[in-house]
């Protein structure tokens, strides 16, 4: 066997991207523009929305979405135990409180049968993370919970659909990323999407200081020299237009990207099926999986080696792989700030510890898989 050399995820770009950047660079106009607009008017159009909005990164999409659905000093969001940082950090910024809830071990996403639980008068809204491309049941979530608003943290899921309707749809704003490890990427960047008009305004003028325009609005219109009226605090969470020109060649790729991505999950899911120590990730009927990432599970009680020893074996062998993501509750910030003790939320614990992502991106080929699936099942 020939040792490779496997990242856990590597950025599909080429001559098109480079290319792309040429038009802003050429024009002058770099930061957020005619690019940005015309990434936005495709997304929203991709996704079945009505509004996208580009923004810095998914971060800052969360942030502005929170403020836009009226979260305020006081108020509690619920928040899945198992997902990245940013997702409760978000909460803060608004200072408000995250209220965590246990995961289902099985798609890795928010237990819907545990919120019930932690709502309580100060509930404002709910933060359902479509996590590694599989989207939350936000369909029963708007269900048995019609009085909170629901902000998508969709960073995983550009691509993905719930029943035929698109994540970024499915709630009242949708929250997307396009950092390098994602399906798309514009090296940093985010957008968030809605369809309904009057948040779309607030998220508008938020994400640009507040302006009641924006400045190739005012640049282009008949007094360029008249400043836009401010009639909010907002915040500089613009997209630039270089990245927006990336993020229409990238987006045209989305679907082709999905769909390798799709034949090589279900070659993993074949291939490994007979690994009684390894669980493959499951699709409930219903789900277009996004697959930004490929989250495997491993039971220790009757695993050769433990979860850290198998990452280190692979890496040896040139294969990258990571933990599916952290439960945000065993980090210091939380544990301390909320006196959260790691078995509260068992699940989640269990995905912290067990949960291993192997390499999934579009720039790998046969070998790699075929080199990958060859050292798990050599692992005894």
Not at 54 to 75: K, M, Q
Not at 190 to 205: K, Q, S
Not at 208 to 230: D, T
Not at 272 to 291: F, M, N, Q, R, S
Request: aromatic letters at 8%; hydrophobic letters at 40%.
């Amino acid at each position: 066997m020939i040792k490779r050399n496997i990242p856990i995820g590597l950025p599909s770009m080429g001559i098109e991207e480079w290319e792309a950047c040429r038009g802003p660079i050429e024009s002058g106009w770099i930061t957020q523009g005619p690019k940005v607009k015309e990434f936005e008017t495709n997304f929203a159009k991709r996704h079945q929305v009505k509004h996208a909005f580009a923004v810095s990164n998914c971060t800052t999409a969360l942030h502005l979405a929170l403020v836009a659905c009226g979260v305020e000093p006081g108020d509690e969001v619920i928040v899945p135990a198992f997902t990245w940082v940013s997702t409760a950090n978000a909460v803060k910024y608004c200072h408000a409180t995250p209220v965590f809830v246990d995961i289902d071990i099985n798609t890795f996403n928010i237990d819907i049968n545990k919120i019930a639980e932690k709502i309580t008068a100060k509930t404002k809204a709910i933060i359902p993370v479509h996590l590694f491309g599989l989207c939350a049941d936000t369909e029963e979530i708007r269900k048995r919970f019609p009085q909170l608003m629901i902000v998508e943290d969709g960073a995983c899921a550009a691509g993905s659909a719930l029943n035929g309707k698109p994540a970024g749809g499915l709630g009242d704003v949708g929250c997307f990323s396009f950092h390098p490890r994602k399906s798309v990427t514009t090296g940093e960047g985010g957008m968030l999407t809605t369809d309904n008009d009057e948040i779309a305004v607030r998220l508008d003028r938020l994400r640009n200081h507040g302006a009641s325009i924006s400045e190739e609005q005012r640049h282009h219109g008949p007094k360029p020299y008249i400043l836009s009226a401010f009639e909010m605090v907002g915040y500089n969470y613009r997209m630039t237009d270089i990245q927006g020109a990336i993020g229409v060649v990238q987006l045209g790729k989305l679907d082709l990207f999905i769909d390798e991505r799709q034949k090589w999950a279900e070659y993993y899911a074949e291939e490994l099926k007979d690994i009684a120590w390894l669980k493959t990730p499951e699709v409930p009927k219903g789900y277009k999986h996004g697959w930004q990432s490929y989250v495997t599970y491993i039971d220790e009680s009757i695993s050769p080696l433990k979860r850290n020893d198998i990452m280190e074996l692979l890496q040896q062998k040139g294969i990258s792989t990571r933990p599916g993501t952290h439960a945000v509750h065993m980090l210091d910030v939380y544990a301390k700030m909320y006196g959260i003790k790691p078995e509260d939320f068992p699940e989640a614990f269990k995905a912290d510890q067990y949960s291993m992502s192997i390499p999934m991106h579009n720039k790998m080929v046969k070998e790699d898989f075929e080199y990958i699936v060859e050292a798990l099942k050599s692992i005894q």
